[in-house]
C-alpha cells in the first residue's frame, strides 16, 4: 500500500475518533436519508405501477395465458390443447374460461315502459369455480355474498365495477346497475338467449379485467352460448414455483399450439403502453432522486470546508513536519466514503429490513392498484455506489482548496 495511502488511512482514523457524535451522526443520518430518497422514491412510482401488474398476474392471467386468436372465435382444438397442457410437469394448476360478451339488466321487473332500462355491458364468464379459484385465487376478492360453487345453477357472481355502489362513475357510454345486491334477480342476455339470475356474490378487484366481469359456472354458461363442443377462450397456468413462465410458452409454442392459439407469459401480456409508463416512472423517480443527491453532496462539501478551515493551523502543522498534501487529502477522502458507506448499510438495513417487507405485506391504497416498493439489489447497489460517488468528490473538493494554501500561512492563521 503507498505511503500516503496508509498515512492518509491514519488520519482519517484518528479523525473519526476524535470527531463529536453528534456531527458525525448528523453527516451519516443525510447520508440515510439522500440514500433513502434515491432507492425509495423511484421505488415508489415504479411499484405504483408494478402493484397493478403484479395483480393482473395474481388475479387473471397468472404465470402463462393461452388466449384466443384475433381472427378466431374461440380457442379451437382446446380439448388436445388441454390434455397437452396436462402433461407439463411445470404446470401446477389451470384454469380453462369460457368467455363471451352481454348484457345485465337489472330494474326489468319494476321498470315502466317510458323508464330507461337499467342496462350495463359485461364480459361474460362460464368457470370451473374450483379450477379458478385455484390457480387466481379470485374468491378472496368476494366483499359480498359468496363465490360460486360446482353445482349453482342460475346464480352469477358480478364484478364491482359493474354495479353503482361499487363504480359510481358517470361517464356517457357506460352505464352500472343500479339497486343490485346478494339475491337481486338480473337478467341477463348473451346472443339471442335471455335467463334470468339470482346475484350470489359480487367481487371487487381493482384489476379491470375480473371487476367487469360477471360469471357464472362453465355448464351452464355452455348451453346459454351453444357450444358443446369443448372450446373455451382464454386457459390460465399457474406453475410450480421456481419454473420459468417463457420455457413453459415456448414448449407450447414448439408443439404447433401457437397455429390455433395465442400463447404469452404475464409479462408479454402486459400492453405497450403500461411498460412504456414504467420506465417512465423510473425517470422521474431518478431525476427527483438526483436532487437528494445534490443537496448531500453540498451538505458534505459544507461540513469538510468547515473542518478543514477551522483545523487549517492543524493541517499546516502537518505539512510542516513532512506530510504530504496528498495523504492529507485522502484522509478526508477516506473520511467521506465512511459517511457514505454508514450511511448506505443504514439505509439498505431500512430498506430491505423493513421498507420492503412491510410495504409487501401492507401495500399503500392507490386507487387502480395496491402499490409495492420496487427495490431491485442491482439498481440499489448501483445507487450505493452513485452516493459514494458523490460524497467522495463533494468532500475532496473543499479539502483540496484548503490544503492548497501556502504552509506557513496556515500555521500562522493568515488568509
Do not use: C
Not at 198 to 227: C, H, N, P, T, W
Not at 294 to 304: E, W
Not at 370 to 382: R, S
Amino acid at each position: 500500500m503507498p505511503l500516503n495511502v496508509r498515512i492518509g488511512f491514519f488520519l482519517a482514523t484518528r479523525a473519526l475518533r476524535r470527531a463529536s457524535l453528534w456531527t458525525t451522526g448528523l453527516i451519516i443520518g443525510v447520508m440515510v436519508l439522500t440514500f433513502l430518497n434515491l432507492v425509495v422514491v423511484s421505488g415508489i412510482l415504479v411499484g405504483l405501477l408494478q402493484g397493478a401488474v403484479d395483480a393482473v398476474r395474481t388475479q387473471y392471467t397468472s404465470d402463462v395465458i393461452v388466449s384466443t386468436l384475433t381472427d378466431k372465435k374461440y380457442i379451437e382444438n382446446s380439448p388436445n390443447l388441454i390434455s397437452l397442457i396436462d402433461t407439463l410437469p411445470e404446470v401446477a394448476d389451470y384454469t380453462a374460461r369460457y368467455r363471451e360478451g352481454g348484457t345485465l339488466e337489472a330494474n326489468y321487473k319494476t321498470r315502466k315502459e317510458s323508464d330507461k332500462p337499467n342496462t350495463a355491458t359485461a364480459i361474460m364468464v362460464g368457470i370451473n369455480p374450483i379450477a379458478e379459484d385455484a390457480v387466481t385465487g379470485i374468491s378472496s376478492n368476494i366483499v359480498e355474498g359468496s363465490f360460486l360453487s360446482p353445482g349453482d345453477y342460475d346464480k352469477v357472481v358480478v364484478g364491482g365495477y359493474l354495479l353503482t355502489q361499487y363504480f359510481p362513475v358517470e361517464t356517457p357510454g357506460f352505464s352500472t346497475l343500479d339497486n343490485v345486491g346478494i339475491g337481486s334477480k338480473i337478467r341477463i342476455k348473451v346472443g339471442a338467449v335471455v335467463r334470468e339470475m339470482e346475484v350470489k356474490g359480487i367481487l371487487k378487484s381493482k384489476v379491470d379485467e375480473v371487476s367487469m366481469r360477471a360469471y357464472m359456472v362453465d355448464s351452464q354458461f355452455r348451453s346459454l352460448i351453444g357450444r358443446n363442443d369443448g372450446n373455451v377462450d382464454e386457459i390460465a397456468l399457474k406453475l410450480q414455483p421456481g419454473a420459468s413462465p417463457a420455457a413453459v410458452r415456448d414448449a407450447l409454442l414448439a408443439r404447433g399450439v401457437g397455429e390455433y392459439a395465442k400463447v404469452q407469459t404475464y409479462d408479454d401480456a402486459q400492453p405497450k403502453f403500461l411498460k412504456d409508463i414504467i420506465a417512465t416512472f423510473n425517470m422521474l423517480g431518478t431525476a427527483f432522486s438526483s436532487i437528494g443527491l445534490v443537496v448531500a453532496s453540498i451538505t458534505i462539501f459544507i461540513v469538510v470546508f468547515i473542518n478543514a478551515l477551522t483545523r487549517r493551523k492543524f493541517i499546516g502543522i502537518l505539512k510542516g513536519i513532512g506530510i504530504t498534501g496528498r495523504a492529507i487529502e485522502i484522509s478526508y477522502i477516506f473520511q467521506s466514503v465512511f459517511y457514505a458507506l454508514v450511511g448506505s448499510a443504514f439505509g439498505l438495513l431500512l430498506v430491505y429490513g423493513f421498507l420492503v417487507p412491510f410495504v409487501a405485506s401492507h401495500p399503500i391504497d392507490f386507487p387502480f392498484s395496491d402499490g409495492i416498493l420496487v427495490a431491485p439489489l442491482d439498481a440499489t447497489f448501483f445507487r450505493v455506489g452513485l452516493l459514494v460517488f458523490a460524497t467522495v468528490i463533494a468532500g475532496y473538493i473543499p479539502a483540496r482548496m484548503i490544503i492548497r494554501k501556502n504552509t506557513l500561512d496556515s500555521i500562522l492563521g493568515r488568509n
